[in-house]
C-alpha cells in the first residue's frame, strides 16, 4: 500500500494535470452558480473548448520553450486569471472601500497583464525546482473539481423540479382562445415626469400626452418598490414584496441572493397564471421565463449560459468597455411579433435596457462618439431618454394597428439612480413610470400612487384570472456593497 501511495505520489509531483482541469472546474463552477437551469447540450461546446484550449497552449508552449512542469503552470495561471477575471475584480475591488474607489477596472486590467507577463519570466527563468508547486496546483484542482462535481449533484434535484412544474403547467392548461393579447414593455432606468421636472428641468409630456391621445392612463406620482432590476422584476411579477435580506455586504451574499431572484422571475406567479390561461409566451427580455430563453444577453444581468461563461472572462470584459448593445432588434421583433396573427392569445415581455447607461445615442438616435457612461452629466441621460420615446411610440402604434384590443403595460424597473446628492439618490431611484393600455378604457381601479408590485392586479381583474392581493405601496431599498 505504501508503494502505491509513493507512486501515486510521485506521479502528481512529476507530471501536470492540472492545467486541463481548470477550464473543466470553471465551466462547473458556473453551471452550479446558476443552480443547474440550462439544457444538457448547451454544455457541450463550452465543454469541449475550455479542455482543448489548455491542452493545446501547454503543448505549444512545451514545444517552443521544452520545458513541461513550467508551460503547465503559466497555462494554469492564464487560464484561471483570464477565466475567473470577473470574479477576481469583484473580490478586490469588494475587500474595501479604498480599493474599490481607486481600483478602476482598466487598472486592473493592467494589473493582471503584469501579473501573467511576471509570473511567465519567473517560470522560465528560474533555477529552482517546481514539482512541489506542480504537486499542490495538481491536488488543489482535483479537489476544487471534485467538490463541484458533488454540488453538482445537488443541483440536478432543482433542475428537475422546475421540470416537473412546466409538466404541471402543461397538464393544467386551456385553450386560452379569444383572449386578448398583453404587452409586458419595460425600459429599463426610466424616471417619472416628476423626477424630470424636478432634477433635469425636462417636461416629459408631449411623450406622456401622446400615449393619453392613444388611450393610455398615465400613473403620476408611481414609484417601485425596489431601486435594483432583478429585485423589482421579481416583486413585480410575483405580486409579493421579496423575503430576502438584500443588504449584500459579499460576493457569495450577492450571488446566492441573485440566483433565489432570477428562480423567482423565471418561475413567476403572474406567467404562469397566464400559461395556464391558454397565453403563449413571446420572451423578448434578459431572463429565463418559465420554459422561454432570453432574447438577448446583458452581461450585468441574467443571459444564456455561453454568454455567461464569456462575460467571466478577460477577453470579453475588454471587449465590452468598446462595444455596445443592438436595442433596436428587441424593438423589431416586438413589432414583428404584434403583425402576427394565430389562435392562441400571446403575452409579449419585452425588456428594453433604454434609457439605462451607456449612453450611446443623442437625441436623434445618432450614436454617440464615446460610450463612456458620463454619469456625472444630465445630458447623455436626457438624450437617450427622449430618443427611447421615439422608439416606444413607434412600437406602440404598431401594436395598436395590429391589436387594437390588447392590453399594453408600459412601465420602468426602477428610477434614475446616479444622482451626487445621496438623499435625493436613494429616494428618486424608486420613481419610475407606469403608463397602461386597457382597451375598455376603464381605469377606475388606478390611483395615482399605485406601485410596481401592484400592476397587474386589475389586468388580472378584467381577464377574470385568479384575483391578486393588493399590497402595501411601499420600497425597499436594495444595498449592494459587494461590487
Known sequence: MSKRWDSLFELARDRSFHYSVCGIFFLFYNINELNGEMEFDETLIPFVVLLTLPVSLKLLLTSITNKSIPSAIFTTTVMLTTLFYAH???????????????????????LIVF????????????????????????????????????????????????????EYLDKSRVSGQGRPDVYFIVTDAYANADNLKKYWNYNNNKFINALKEKGFYYIPHSRSNYNNTGSSMASMLNNEFLTEDLNLNSTNRYIETQKKIISKIKNSRVFQEFYLKGYDIYNLSIFDILNTKPFYFDRFLYPNFNNYLLSKTLPMRIIYRYTYMDHLSVLNELERISKEKQDRPKIVYCHLLLPHHPYIYDSTGALRPSTNPSFSRSEPYLDQLKYTNKLLE?????????????????????????????????KESFENFVCLY???????????????????????????????????????????KAF
Open 88 to 110: 477576481l475584480f469583484f473580490l478586490f475591488t469588494s475587500s474595501s472601500a479604498f480599493i474599490k474607489n481607486f481600483l478602476k477596472e482598466g487598472y486592473f486590467i493592467l
Open 115 to 166: 501579473f501573467i507577463a511576471g509570473i511567465a519570466l519567473f517560470l522560465f527563468t528560474t533555477k529552482r525546482g517546481l514539482k512541489t508547486l506542480n504537486l499542490y496546483l495538481n491536488v488543489l484542482l482535483l479537489v476544487y473539481l471534485a467538490m463541484e462535481v458533488v454540488i453538482l449533484t445537488v443541483t440536478v434535484g432543482r433542475v428537475s423540479e422546475g421540470r416537473a412544474l412546466m
Open 394 to 426: 413607434k412600437s406602440i402604434d404598431t401594436i395598436l394597428r395590429y391589436n387594437p384590443k390588447s392590453f399594453i403595460i408600459l412601465t420602468s424597473d426602477h428610477g434614475y439612480r446616479l444622482l451626487k446628492n445621496e438623499p435625493d439618490k436613494t
Open 438 to 480: 386597457f382597451p375598455d378604457g376603464d381605469y377606475s381601479e388606478l390611483y395615482p400612487t399605485m406601485t410596481s408590485i401592484n400592476i397587474f392586479n386589475p389586468i388580472f381583474d378584467k381577464l377574470h384570472f385568479e384575483r391578486l392581493r393588493r399590497e402595501t405601496d411601499t420600497v425597499n431599498f436594495f444595498v449592494n
